[in-house]
């Protein structure tokens, strides 16, 4: 039966999270240098159309259709056959595009790790290729009725799917397309950071819907949700600036992404813990990722925007995160701290084999596209700039 509340809900909360894509283009887009401002914010567009199109035809049936081995869905919901407007709660076709904003979404922090040398029609492919191959299966893994879930693994936002996903195909695919022109040799300054900042508050309001409509209705857990992904923000922002500024200037950067890193740990737990969880989670995120982003940078690490560090780091603590502060008087399962070792068992074992499967099959992606069409634009279309040479546009 349909909630008309509820489906008002999860309909306001789809429109906030289709507009972190954009937020994630802002965000990096602010970061690289005035040649590739426009390409970086297109991509995320790009990679947003791109995503729509795969998920209605195929992709929400592999994540979603009836489980094959507990790896993938089938073929049964194939260009949406049989999602209609009927439900529990909610329309079945409000529940395919909730989770197409979802898919749309990973695919853009992803571009972190190509940014300012990827091919536009490589880009296309490869993406088509890892929303199939990577994202699809870890969405089945945990929310489709996939090994996971029956091992009973909590995510309840996507802290596997979404972010160690993400995070780990970045440094892969980084790996992959090779260090820009002169990275370490020149300086690169991003080109504008308001529009990063700009970015990054497009995607702390996003976030909201992100974890509180992943409860699918409203109700104290969303309201819960809601509360403790903005505790985790505001922890993670503030615990990486102080670190930053122990370290010489309190960086808006910084800043910034601290509080991306807080409300990527504080999204697997959301719907599982309190607000003094939620400030524990969000103040070892942003210790965790300033350490991962400066161990980057001493390794010499062109993944720059630094999805790997926030998203990837981030995720894989928060997944851990779940099983240690999950409280059963939220969500219905206690955690480490409240006596409850087994769950932070199954939560490592689901971060452990989310983290190698994405980097190991983006890596194989990344390789066979890069072999065959080539996804690194030539060095000529680098130095020009993307914009131009990508995109035949200016921002000057």
Not at 239 to 253: D, E, I, N, Q, V
Request: hydrophobic share 55%; net charge negative; glycine share 16%.
């Amino acid at each position: 039966m349909i909630d008309s509340g509820d489906t008002a809900f999860i309909i306001i909360c789809t429109a906030m999270v289709m507009l972190m894509t954009p937020g994630v283009g802002l965000f990096y887009g602010g970061m690289v240098r005035n040649k590739s401002v426009i390409s970086m914010i297109a991509l995320a567009f790009v990679a947003f159309a791109v995503v729509s199109i795969q998920w209605v035809l195929f992709g929400y049936s592999l994540a979603f259709g009836p489980d094959i081995g507990g790896f993938i869905g089938g073929l049964d919901h194939f260009a949406l056959n049989g999602v209609g407007l009927d439900g529990d709660g909610i329309p079945d076709i409000l529940f395919m595009v909730f989770q197409l904003v979802f898919a749309g979404l990973t695919l853009a922090i992803l571009t972190s790790g190509m940014a300012e040398r990827v091919k536009l029609g490589a880009f296309i492919v490869f993406g088509l290729l890892w929303t199939t191959l990577v994202y699809d299966p870890l969405a089945h893994w945990a929310w489709g009725g996939g090994w996971a879930s029956q091992l009973g693994a909590l995510d309840f936002a996507g802290g596997t799917v979404v972010h160690i996903s993400s995070g780990f195909g970045a440094l892969a695919a980084a790996l992959i397309i090779g260090k820009r022109l002169g990275f370490g040799q020149e300086t690169m300054k991003p080109a504008n950071i308001p529009l990063t900042l700009l970015g990054g508050a497009l995607l702390w309001f996003g976030w909201f819907g992100f974890n509180a409509g992943s409860e699918l209705a409203a109700d104290g857990i969303a309201a819960n949700a809601f509360v403790v992904t903005n505790i985790a923000a505001a922890t993670g922002a503030l615990t990486w600036m102080f670190a930053s500024w122990y370290h010489g200037k309190p960086s808006s950067l910084g800043m910034i992404s601290g509080a991306i890193a807080g409300l990527v740990a504080i999204t697997p737990a959301a719907g599982f813990v309190n607000v003094m969880g939620a400030i524990a989670i969000g103040l070892v995120a942003g210790l965790l990722c300033y350490g991962a982003l400066l161990f980057r940078v001493k390794k010499g690490l062109d993944e720059s925007l630094d999805a790997w560090a926030i998203h990837g780091v981030g995720g894989f603590w928060g997944a851990l995160a779940t099983g240690i502060f999950c409280v059963a008087t939220i969500g219905g399962v206690d955690g480490l701290i409240y006596g409850n070792p087994e769950q932070f068992g199954i939560q490592l074992l689901d971060a452990v084999v989310a983290m190698v499967y994405a980097f190991v099959v983006t890596y194989v992606i990344a390789l066979v596209v890069e072999k065959t069409i080539g996804l690194r634009v030539p060095e000529d279309e680098e130095y020009v700039g993307t914009d131009i040479a990508q995109f035949g546009e200016s921002l000057l």
